[in-house]
């Protein structure tokens, strides 16, 4: 199941504090080291955008690289934000998804 959620960030928050937040509760559900690229996990959280911050380190790429190229984001993020335009893209989040072909169902 993919799904996509917006928050407020709390006073303070910084986009490497969320990231750490979301990657205990990955672990807390039983995500253990990645062993081959791209396997199943139990639990997935990407950081996709975080307001208008850009990140460009190892540990975090914001907003994430390919949010423009995957359905299976653009798609339940055009239900909650479709006038969203992420940090680097010239269209909202309506129009990057219009932009791919109708078979186009993801991209890794």
């Known amino acids: 199941m993919n799904a996509v959620i ?4 709390q006073a303070g928050e910084t986009p490497e504090s969320l990231l750490a937040k979301l990657q205990a ?5 039983g995500r ?3 062993k081959t690229l791209n ?3 139990p639990l997935d959280l990407d950081l996709i955008a ?5 990140r460009a380190s190892k540990e975090l ?3 994430h690289p390919r949010v423009h ?10 239900e909650i934000a479709p006038e969203l335009v992420l940090p680097g893209q010239s269209g909202s989040v ?15």
Do not use: M
Not at 25 to 29: G, I, T, V
Not at 69 to 78: A, I
Not at 94 to 108: F, G, S, T
């Open 6 to 9: 917006g928050l407020a960030a």
């Open 25 to 29: 509760l990955e672990k807390e559900f």
């Open 32 to 34: 253990g080291r990645k």
């Open 39 to 41: 396997e199943p996990r």
């Open 50 to 54: 975080f307001g208008k911050e850009k």
């Open 61 to 63: 790429v914001l907003p």
């Open 69 to 78: 190229k995957r359905r299976f984001v653009l798609q339940p993020l055009s």
């Open 94 to 108: 309506a129009e990057l998804l219009a932009e791919l072909a109708p078979d186009d169902i993801c991209q890794i």
